[in-house]
């Protein structure tokens, strides 16, 4: 299965000397992000306007570390929150304030539209981190496990001791030693896709 080989290649990558942690996610930060319609536990579902929109991401246990971002309530996944587990999803300050105003939303659930399984319970709240651009407002966003929403194209994160980009031949001689034929691409640090997103967008629109 997938998720077996994504579990072997992050069991080898984090045995690296000066890895410290490596996680996966379906996006990486400052990216257009996937999104999810869901509907609070205490609504019904009965019509469509009922359903809200936002962006959704899929990660794997210790993605939040890996990238430096706090649990401010709850916890983090788990290798627990497997395909027999109850669903748990993660969501950030923006979408704790909003939906759940002067509530602690742990514990809270929520049902998702379009999916078998369709019940996650909020386990934790992470802090909020520029996710979209820059310059935008930090938006709600939830977080699901890879486990349990699997996604085929998947990011791997690697933080390291030192410069990343001597990290990339033994991290890739990982990944093909187990599958040489998993496509990987546009492998570097995650600071050249912050550079590249760092400037004000100038307003002026571009024809399709």
């Not at 990660?59 to 401010?72: D, K, Q, S, W």
């Not at 627990?80 to 002067?102: C, H, K, T």
Request: hydrophobic residues 40%; glycine residues 8%.
């Amino acid at each position: 299965m997938a998720t077996v080989l994504l579990r072997r290649i992050l069991e080898q990558v984090r045995g690296l000397a000066g890895v410290h942690s490596a996680s996966w996610s379906g996006d990486i930060p400052l990216s257009n992000r996937r999104l999810l319609l869901f509907v609070k536990d205490d609504r019904t579902a009965a019509e469509n306007k009922c359903w809200i929109q936002v962006a959704a991401d899929i990660v794997r246990p210790n993605y939040f570390e890996t990238l430096g971002i706090p649990i401010e309530r709850g916890r983090d996944f788990n290798d627990g929150d497997n395909e027999s587990a109850m669903g748990a999803m993660i969501i950030n300050e923006s979408m704790a304030r909003r939906f759940w105003p002067g509530e602690n939303p742990v514990g809270k659930s929520m049902k998702v539209r379009g999916r078998a399984r369709d019940t996650y319970r909020i386990v934790g709240v992470a802090r909020n981190v520029r996710q979209r651009s820059l310059w935008e407002e930090q938006a709600p966003i939830v977080c699901l496990p890879l486990y349990q929403r699997f996604f085929p194209e998947m990011t791997l994160h690697v933080k390291t001791q030192g410069n990343p980009i001597g990290f990339l031949p033994a991290v890739m001689h990982e990944i093909r030693a187990l599958d040489g034929e998993l496509p990987v691409y546009d492998a570097g640090p995650l600071c050249r896709d912050k550079w590249k997103r760092r400037s004000r967008p100038s307003g002026r629109l571009r024809p399709c």
